[in-house]
């Protein structure tokens, strides 16, 4: 197993910053790529970004590209977001998620299965 704990959220005005965190435990070495997902009221939990164990390959959603970046320290098993022109739209529940596989896996796909999860960390972004 696998254990994901999100931090770094909070109240923020449109145009400012944020940077997440999320730490992994357990056995790490059995997840390939790690990423954000977020959930608004109302809404399905929407992919983010995410990013392969090596930190060699990204992808972002098209909705924060540009903006938003996401990075890895596997010396500390952890796994950042960083937040950056912050919209009123960004406001949601920001979950870290993981995906399971042999890390000989090469290709970082679209978006992520979500074989483990956080218990995610709110974003407001007030306008």
């Known amino acids: 197993q696998v254990q994901l704990v999100e931090s770094g959220g909070g109240l923020v005005q449109a145009g400012g910053s944020l940077r997440l965190s999320c730490a992994a435990s357990?056995?790490?070495?059995?997840?390939?790529?790690m990423g954000w997902f977020r959930q608004a009221p109302g809404k399905e939990r929407d992919f983010v970004a995410a990013?392969?164990?090596?930190?060699?390959?990204?992808v972002y959603a098209d909705s924060v590209k540009g903006r938003f970046t996401i990075s890895r320290d596997n010396a500390k098993n952890t796994v950042y977001l960083q937040m950056n022109r912050l919209k009123p739209e960004d406001t949601a529940v920001y979950y870290c998620?993981?995906?399971?596989?042999?890390?000989?896996?090469?290709?970082?796909?679209?978006?992520?299965?979500?074989?483990?999860w956080g218990q995610g960390t709110q974003v407001t972004v007030a306008s």
């Open positions: 998620a993981a995906d399971s596989g042999p890390r000989t896996i090469a290709v970082l796909p679209a978006t992520l299965r979500g074989d483990y």
């Open positions: 990013i392969h164990w090596s930190g060699s390959s990204t």
């Open positions: 357990g056995r790490t070495f059995s997840t390939y790529a």
